[in-house]
């Protein structure tokens, strides 16, 4: 069930057609889900403020309404070690169109997932699994499922993957904890059809399983173009 924030989130996007990361990430969080320990910089002096409280090493993320691909425009940066890097860091995305302010997150390690919802125009809600991060595109390897998903769907989803060995344990590497990977697609197949009438579709990549949790370190929400926004009741041209 959506919350009164998560409504606020989704209402003040609707012109904009799409979630900035700090409101996907705080939707996503609203709904249970886990993601990184987060701010939303305005300013340099609160970058340095958040990575000082978060800790080192950091990730820093640009956040433009103008755009949508960060990675496309050199708007993600790792491995930020240190407040002189920090500050280089806002100096580089600050020349990003539209540039807005800075997000600062922990890193998170793990085995890198995809987890993904899509309206159908035929089918309705679905769900995919898959192994995720930059090469998704590339070698394909993921499982669709109807949503609402069932108890019993997330493990068949896991078990359909080539890829799935690097979740077991491969070559001695620790296993990704399973349990938490599917306690995450059955929480997410819930606040997909809680949003129905909202979204067109949602990327949660990559995902960061670890032996821990499953934890979202990326998310892209796209709202319906141009519908009545069953938030408001009011017509809405999310158009970006």
């Keep these: 069930m959506l919350t009164k924030r998560m409504k606020e989130i989704l209402a003040a996007s609707a012109g904009r057609g799409w979630l900035l990361e700090p409101d996907g990430k705080e939707l996503l969080k609203n709904a249970g889900l886990l993601v990184p320990r987060f701010a939303f910089a305005r300013s340099v002096q609160e970058a340095l403020r958040f990575a000082r409280t978060i800790g080192y090493p950091l990730v820093a993320k640009v956040v433009s309404p103008l755009v949508l691909h960060k990675s496309d425009h050199g708007g993600v940066l790792?491995?930020?070690?240190?407040?002189?890097?920090?500050?280089?860091?806002?100096?580089?995305?600050?020349?990003?169109?539209?540039?807005?302010?800075?997000?600062?997150?922990?890193?998170?390690?793990?085995?890198?997932?995809?987890?993904?919802?899509?309206?159908?125009?035929?089918?309705?809600?679905?769900?995919?699994?898959?192994?995720?991060?930059?090469?998704?595109?590339?070698?394909?390897?993921?499982a669709i499922r109807m949503a609402p998903l069932a108890n019993g769907d997330p493990g068949r989803?896991?078990?359909?993957?080539?890829?799935?060995?690097?979740?077991?344990?491969?070559?001695?590497?620790?296993?990704?904890?399973?349990?938490?990977?599917?306690?995450?697609?059955?929480?997410?197949?819930?606040?997909?059809?809680?949003?129905?009438?909202?979204?067109?579709?949602?990327?949660?990549?990559?995902?960061?399983?670890?032996?821990r949790a499953s934890v979202i370190a990326d998310v892209r929400v796209m709202l319906k173009p141009r519908t009545t926004n069953p938030l408001s009741g009011h017509a809405v041209d999310s158009t970006p």
């Design 157 to 211: 989803m896991i078990q359909c993957l080539r890829g799935r060995r690097l979740l077991e344990g491969y070559r001695g590497r620790t296993p990704v904890d399973l349990a938490s990977l599917s306690d995450l697609l059955l929480r997410f197949s819930s606040i997909v059809m809680d949003l129905l009438g909202v979204i067109e579709s949602i990327d949660l990549n990559p995902v960061m399983c670890s032996s």
């Design 78 to 142: 790792t491995g930020i070690a240190a407040d002189e890097e920090v500050q280089a860091a806002w100096r580089r995305l600050s020349t990003i169109e539209g540039f807005e302010g800075m997000l600062v997150e922990e890193t998170v390690q793990g085995v890198e997932m995809i987890v993904g919802a899509k309206i159908d125009f035929q089918f309705g809600p679905v769900i995919l699994l898959g192994m995720g991060g930059t090469a998704v595109d590339v070698c394909p390897d993921a």
